[in-house]
Structure formats: structure tokens, C-alpha cells
């Protein structure tokens, strides 16, 4: 797949919202009870981008990486809410746009 297929695959799906997101529970197992769940998020099964390694690999490549983070977390709370899980979503984020956002506000 050329950069350019890339780029366009990555676009359809930050703006078509072909972000997939799974669940997996956190479990506390001294309560024996799920806590919630953390959000994992995949491009769509018939894509190269499926994988979340190529997917943000793509996207950190091309300076989209904000944008599809943003596309995934939108993805995993509408999900989460649908699925009317119990307990808590967790979501991760890219330690370095956190960073250096929290660097700019300072």
C-alpha cells in the first residue's frame, strides 16, 4: 500500500468513522469483580489499517495522529454508552500529545 493509499485509507476512516472499538475488562481480582473496561481500538477488518499498529503508525507518519485520536475516543465513549457497560471506561493517550499540551498550557 503507497503513502498515498495510506493517507487516503487513514482519511475515510477519521472522517467516516471507521474507528472500531472493543472492550476489554480490568478485573480486580481481590474483589473479584470487573472495574470496568479499557477501550482498544481497530480500523476496519477488511483495511491493512486494521491493526492498531499500522493504523496509528499512519497516522503518527502523516501528522494526523491528534485527529485520530480524537476519532477513537469518540468511537469507544458512543460504543461504551451503547453497550451499557457497567463500571468504568478507560482510555489511553498518546503520552507525548498530552505532554505537550500540558507543556503549552503551563
Keep these: 500500500m503507497t503513502i498515498t493509499e495510506q493517507l487516503s485509507a487513514l482519511t475515510s476512516i477519521i472522517s467516516g468513522g471507521g474507528v472500531h472499538s472493543l472492550f476489554q475488562p480490568i478485573v480486580s ?12 481500538s481497530r480500523g476496519p477488518s477488511n483495511s491493512p489499517l486494521h491493526s492498531p499498529l499500522n493504523l496509528f503508525s499512519v497516522a503518527r507518519q ?12 469518540e468511537s469507544a465513549c458512543r460504543r461504551f454508552s451503547d453497550q451499557k457497560l457497567a463500571g468504568k471506561l478507560f482510555l489511553n493517550v ?3 500529545r498530552c505532554w505537550s499540551r500540558f507543556i503549552r498550557q503551563a
Excluded at 502523516?62 to 475516543?73: K, M, N
Aim: charged share 30%.
Design 29 to 40: 481480582l481481590s474483589e473479584r469483580r470487573i472495574l470496568g473496561y479499557e477501550a482498544l
Design 62 to 73: 502523516t501528522g494526523r495522529l491528534s485527529e485520530l485520536e480524537v476519532a477513537c475516543r
Design 94 to 96: 498518546s503520552p507525548n
